[in-house]
């Protein structure tokens, strides 16, 4: 099982909306040779962290099947965020488009580009949240518990669903 989080929470291409972008990254995550497009989640609505004045984030997740080495995955995933104008400046930056390996059907690395499973994953209830969507059945591969346990052992962390008016 390979999980890919999808966000943006700045126009793309075009003037795109972050969830129009989103929405056109999962069809070029779908276009990776070798994987299988299995799901993809709702979208949701998050406050940026740390910047709460940034604009908000538009958050999901997608569901492949497939083998492909890590680095390889990631140097295609950098391809995506680029087609979409993302420029890496500071951590946390407001972004185009990010996409993110969770999961490499349970690779366990240290070693970083990428680290694996995401490192930061299990504190982040917008990467939980979408992941159940997807996968209810996931368990982390190095703390060994499940996505149901460990959305319900954060911090409340405000989440809804996404729509373009967010009122």
Request: net charge negative.
């Amino acid at each position: 099982m390979i999980l890919i989080a999808v966000g943006a929470n700045l126009p793309g291409p075009g003037e795109s909306s972050p969830l129009e972008s989103c929405q056109a990254a999962v069809e070029a995550v779908r276009a990776i040779p070798g994987l299988r497009f299995v799901a993809v989640s709702r979208w949701y609505r998050t406050g940026a962290i740390p910047r709460g004045e940034d604009p908000d984030y538009c958050n999901g997740m997608v569901r492949m099947e497939g083998e492909i080495a890590p680095a390889e995955l990631l140097a295609r995933l950098h391809e995506i965020e680029a087609q979409f104008g993302r420029a890496r400046t500071v951590p946390n930056a407001p972004r185009t488009l990010d996409l993110d390996i969770i999961d490499l059907n349970g690779i366990i690395r240290a070693v970083p580009d990428p680290v694996l499973p995401h490192p930061r994953a299990h504190l982040r209830a917008f990467v939980l949240r979408p992941l159940l969507d997807v996968a209810p059945a996931w368990r982390h591969p190095t703390l060994r518990q499940n996505v149901t346990t460990l959305l319900a052992e954060l911090p409340i962390q405000p989440l809804r669903p996404w729509h373009e008016d967010p009122g």
